[in-house]
């Protein structure tokens, strides 16, 4: 196994394992923290300041059976398919090729329609969906936001690794596309909880209440992500 550090060094161990882990120095951990990057489909090593390479290297040989364990979960990369039916902003919705439509892609009742070749389906799905997305996921946090007497400046769809959304104290919300893979109920719980963070920028008490108050509902959605978010990072 090969540790990698932020700086380029890396130093290895048990290499016949093939499988590498990056390791993020912390100054604010006090205490050895590891996850899996479900994006880069790593482990991701967070090491306090004052840690031992050694002490490093034996954690991770600690808790080698839940790496393998957990990374054995992730599920496989794969591209939007012909036939192929997913869930858009809480519609299910089924890819349809359609090679001479001309038409990029269309949303036709419960059919999403895709014209040109088949090699350009999967990335003709998905910036349609990152369209799609900046127009609800605006609309929806400019909603919820007059709600509580704030205003969003602007919201950005990015390809995130491991948040599923962000908010800055100048008004700027960012998501992840796949969110709008995802239950409708799950989308207005991330809308809601950035749109919060637009008058709590932690996550106090005073935080959860705004988030009740704009989704009362709001639990399901967090449970949903937590547990199945993970899944949505199938989609390349």
């Not at 007497?149 to 962000?166: A, F, H, L």
């Not at 009362?216 to 989609?235: A, F, I, S």
Request: some cysteine; proline content about 3%.
């Amino acid at each position: 196994m090969k540790i990698t550090l932020l700086t380029g060094k890396t130093f290895d161990i048990k290499e016949e394992l093939g499988i590498d882990i990056k390791v993020v120095p912390s100054r604010s951990l006090h205490k050895l923290v590891l996850k899996i990057d479900n994006k880069e489909r790593i482990p991701v090593l967070s090491v306090p300041k004052f840690c031992s390479r050694r002490r490093a290297v034996s954690f991770v040989n600690e808790n080698m059976g839940w790496i393998m364990t957990t990374m054995a979960k992730l599920p496989p990369i794969k591209e939007f398919e012909n036939g192929e039916k997913i869930s858009l902003f809480g519609e299910n919705v089924v890819i349809a090729h359609s090679p001479d439509a001309r038409c990029g892609v269309r949303k036709e009742n419960d059919l999403l329609i895709v014209s040109g070749g088949a090699e350009f389906l999967h990335r003709r799905v998905r910036d349609f969906i990152k369209k799609q997305a900046k127009t609800v996921l605006l609309s929806e946090s400019v909603s919820m936001a007059q709600k509580i007497g704030c205003k969003v400046n602007d919201v950005t769809i990015k390809d995130t690794k491991s948040r599923w959304g962000s908010c800055s104290g100048l008004g700027n919300i960012n998501y992840s596309w796949r969110i709008a893979l995802a239950p409708s109920y799950v989308i207005k719980y991330l809308v809601a909880h950035e749109v919060s963070h637009l008058l709590h920028q932690d996550h106090s008490s005073d935080f959860w209440k705004c988030v009740e108050e704009l989704y009362p509902e709001w639990k399901n959605g967090h449970d949903w992500l937590k547990k199945y978010g993970k899944t949505l990072y199938k989609y390349k």
